[in-house]
């Protein structure tokens, strides 16, 4: 066991971040990295892609990135086979954090949303985890962070495919990881609240009553910045946390517990 001092380090570590464009994961990725990590993003969107990868890869540890539409579930292992390229053939962490939101009453919600933010938000995360996964059995040692939510816990309004999709990436973490924590290859999840985003941008504008209520219930008083999952997306990545594995931990400023 390292000292406790060090023992969050990241150094000579390899990790794959899908949605590390921007928003959380890009605050996730900049935080591996800043422990040590060396990093491939992947994302669809090509320019912010660049961008982040030049502004994460300005020092320190290399950043690649791959471009990838996660929605196309036939093109992963092609993705993957580039990322994992990319690093060397090796690869230690998995943050599977690209996601997408539709909000549609549940009685006009149409169809073909509904598919494809299962295929990115829940499918994509599986097969992305079968994939790394076999990589770091042989290995004999990962770890694989999924992105859950509150909605892995509770349905909210206006987003069935959404709450369906996390519920089942809270299931599958726990699922994965009863196969795989005994063959070094620990699964967990970060489930944030609500947090300031793009994503989340548009429930401020469009639904300012909500949004209202929604803060006056998270008893930090306050929505969640992208910097705020920093700590346990290294914390999970890490040493540090061994023998941690099935957990889907809320970072929620205590939105759950009221
Ligand atoms: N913002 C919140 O309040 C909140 C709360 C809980 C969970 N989350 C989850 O956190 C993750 C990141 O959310 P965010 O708020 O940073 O959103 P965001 O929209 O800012 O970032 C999502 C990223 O995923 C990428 N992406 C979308 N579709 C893709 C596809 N088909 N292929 C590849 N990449 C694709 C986007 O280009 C973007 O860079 C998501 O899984 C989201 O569900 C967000």
Redesign the pocket.
Known sequence: MKHINTVFELNGKKAIV?????????SIAEGLHDAGAEIVL????RE?LVNAAEALGKEGPKVHYVV????KLDELHNVYQEALEKLGGRVDILLN?????YRCKAEDFPLDKWKLILD??LS?VFVLAQLAGRTMLKQGSGRIIN?????SFFGSEMVPA?TAS?GGVMQITKALSNEWAGRGVNVNAI??????????ADMKEKNPAQYEEITNRIPARR??K?EDLQGIAVFLASDASNYISGAIIPVDGGYLGK
């Open positions: 899908t949605g590390g464009a921007r928003g959380l994961c890009y992947i994302d669809i969107n912010n990838g539409d996660l929605s954090g690209a996601g997408l939101q990115i938000n994509a992105v859950a939510s509150m909605t959404y996390k489930a944030p609240g609500y947090m300031e985003t793009a994503l989340t929505w969640g992208p």
